[in-house]
């Protein structure tokens, strides 16, 4: 009996805890609304942007890039699950991209990077993107920038040697307490972090741009 309560009581803490704060989230912790995967033909160089996102901010900006790509390369977007692994040496390219939660990259991304980065640093060119708010367009300097990479990104390239990303890109993203599981509101509230959207397109094309000339 002591035990039937006790496990009810977990059952009702952890409902709770996955429950969406009010707002438009979906009902369970996974991701919500991607864009859905996509192909262009826009020309030889093969690329695959493949990425993870729990609130859709991430998908919506490798969506920007693999549209500034597509004006010159043939491109598949899949997000991280949907990626075939055997399809990953067939790419002339490949960029890589995860959110930041608490500091880290998404599980998947980085399932993806245990058990493939040998695939992954077969492929000619690599480069790896992260989604924060930890840079903003108000605080976006160079140190700011460093501090990002050696935060966020420096880890996983010391991780996998063998993959050597030509580029790494530091792009703003976007939250709202609107669309966040309660154990993520009530985290992001008592840290204090500010709600909005930090996307800059401009940046973002920038960016594509930039990994379009090097793998020149
Ligand atoms: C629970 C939670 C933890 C987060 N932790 C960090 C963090 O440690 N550093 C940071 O710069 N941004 C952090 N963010 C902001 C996200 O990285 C940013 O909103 C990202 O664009 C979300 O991408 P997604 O919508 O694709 O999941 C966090 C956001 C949430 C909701």
Redesign the pocket.
């Known amino acids: 009996m002591k035990k039937c309560f006790s496990l009810t009581c977990l059952m009702l803490v952890l409902g709770v805890l996955l429950l969406p704060a009010p707002g438009r989230c979906c009902w369970w912790w996974g ?1 919500n609304d ?1 864009v859905p995967d996509d192909s262009c033909s826009g020309g030889e160089k093969r690329i695959l942007i493949t ?11 490798a969506q920007s890039i693999y549209n500034r790509l597509c004006e010159n390369a043939s491109v598949d977007l899949k997000y991280v699950n949907n990626l075939d692994p055997d399809d990953i040496e067939t790419y002339d390219a490949i960029i890589i991209g ?7 990259w ?1 599980p998947d991304v980085n399932r993806l990077l245990q058990l493939h980065h040998d695939k992954i640093a077969r492929v000619p060119s690599s480069a790896y993107f ?6 903003k367009d108000s605080n976006d300097t160079p140190q700011r920038r460093q501090d ?1 990479y050696d ?2 990104i420096k880890k996983v390239v010391e991780q996998y040697p063998d993959i050597k990303p030509i580029d790494t890109g530091v ?5 709202l307490y609107s ?3 309660f ?3 009530f ?2 509230k008592i ?1 204090g ?1 500010q709600e909005g959207d ?2 800059n397109e401009a940046k973002i094309e920038a960016w594509a741009d930039g990994f379009w000339e090097k793998i020149q």
């Open positions: 991701p991607l990425y993870d996102s729990r609130h859709n901010a991430t998908s919506l900006i995860s959110p930041i939660y608490i500091s880290s998404l992260i989604t924060c708010t930890f840079l990002a935060y966020y792009l703003s993203g976007e939250f669309e966040l599981y154990l993520e509101w985290l992001m840290s972090f930090f996307r």
